[in-house]
């Protein structure tokens, strides 16, 4: 078990499987000594556990679960190409949320992805990223989020 896999079980949290990918992509790659992971969406089981737009159908609270969700998603996706172990930075995350047209509340909707990769990646999971409200995403999911991370 990678450390940070004993971080996420000091929560109660398990890495998931990888959720197969819901149209022609792969779920990460590798380029020199950096990770892409491709935009997770909050499958549990190969379920959404929610659909529609947050502020509307689904409330921030749920939300942000969501994007929970998504982290872990990001993170098994990540363990299919490389150790846990051996990233030494999350750079980038990027954060979609399928919004009402007056909700603003995305930065803390993403907040939820955001802290499980700290959680899970320690100093090394800060990362600089976008939070950005959209009018719909795939499988009226009401968030995804991808990332860039560099490994050593």
Do not use: W
């Not at 802290?115 to 999911?141: D, K």
Request: hydrophobic fraction near 45%; aromatic fraction near 4%.
């Amino acid at each position: 078990m990678s450390t940070v896999e004993e971080r996420l079980s000091a929560l109660g949290l398990t890495v998931p499987q990888v959720v197969p990918p819901v149209a022609d992509y792969q779920p990460a790659v590798v380029v020199d000594k950096v990770v892409y992971v491709s935009g997770q969406l909050p499958l549990v089981g190969g379920e959404l556990p929610a659909e529609g737009k947050v502020g509307a159908e689904v409330t921030p609270e749920q939300a942000y679960e969501l994007a929970k969700q998504c982290g872990l998603n990001l993170i098994a996706a990540l363990k299919t190409v490389v150790d846990l172990d051996s990233i030494v930075r999350i750079a980038k995350v990027g954060g979609f949320v399928a919004s009402a047209p007056d909700f603003t509340g995305q930065p803390q909707v993403i907040n939820g992805a955001s802290e499980i990769l700290g959680q899970a990646f320690g100093e090394a999971g800060v990362h600089a990223r976008s939070a950005v409200g959209v009018p719909v995403l795939p499988l009226n999911t009401p968030v995804e989020v991808d990332l860039i991370a560099h490994i050593g």
